[in-house]
């Protein structure tokens, strides 16, 4: 498949502390792939560097063109979403506010309403709370906000940085599913980040574990959630 991210030997950091140490990956047109590892192995960093949020050296090319000195709104502009962990909604504004915050530079509206009744179909729950503080919406609901703001981008390629995180295990269920969907339907490319390895590799053709900044491991999900070294050495279970 054509690639539709491709990170070559990537180093980033924050100031002085080096946390990215010539990361490669690559990211197929329409497909999931995850990136695993334990915590501060440089996962998180390596989805700031794709939207800018880090300096980096090395290239990151989406699309075949570079984002080298790429501002974040360009990149966004080009096609990535990126659903930050702990969601990152505005919790002092509506349900409906922070969803137009979602596709505020489209300049579409005939299918910026479409892409609202079709992320209505995927989160019901958000068209009846439209009205209501974001507040008010449980953890998992919120992480629905966040994934359908994204969605609203009408994104080629999809960040999601730990979208279990905190939520009950059906409630994860629930929302790995809709991203299952998404991809499937749309079309939709997805980078996930995740500490649930099980689930993670579950819905990925390919995947990559990070260990303190470098790619220890990579192959195919399935294979990867077979390999009991692997499993034991990396991923906790």
């Known amino acids: 498949m054509t690639a539709l991210l491709e990170l070559e030997e990537v180093h980033a950091g924050y100031g002085p502390t080096s946390v990215l140490h010539g990361v490669s990956l690559s990211v197929p047109e329409g497909g999931v792939v995850s990136l695993l590892g334990a915590n501060g192995a440089g996962k998180t ?5 794709i939207t800018g949020g880090v300096r980096w050296t090395g290239d990151i090319r989406f699309a075949g063109r570079s984002l080298r000195r790429m501002p974040t709104e360009e990149i966004v502009r080009r096609g990535i979403a990126h659903v930050p962990e702990g969601r990152g909604i505005c919790t002092e504004l509506t349900v409906d506010e922070n969803l137009k915050l979602g596709s505020h530079l489209r300049r579409d ?4 309403r479409k892409d609202y009744d079709r992320v209505f179909e995927y989160f019901p729950v958000l068209k009846e709370r439209r009205r209501l503080s974001a507040s008010t919406l449980s953890g998992g609901e919120q992480q629905m906000l966040a994934v359908a703001r994204a969605l609203l981008m009408r994104p080629r390629l999809m960040l999601l940085d730990e979208p279990s995180l905190g939520l009950a295990p059906m409630v994860v269920r629930s929302i790995f599913e809709i991203i299952r969907t998404i ?21 990925s053709s390919s995947a990559y574990v990070l260990e303190v900044g470098r790619v220890a491991v990579h192959g195919a999900g399935s294979e990867l959630q077979d390999n009991e070294s692997v499993r034991r050495s990396y991923l906790g279970y």
Request: no cysteine; charged share 15%; proline share 3%.
């Open 45 to 49: 960093t390596t989805l700031r560097a």
């Open 109 to 112: 509206g005939p299918e910026v």
């Open 183 to 203: 991809n499937q339907t749309s079309n939709v490319a997805v980078l996930l980040v995740e500490q649930n390895a099980r689930i993670a590799l579950e819905m």
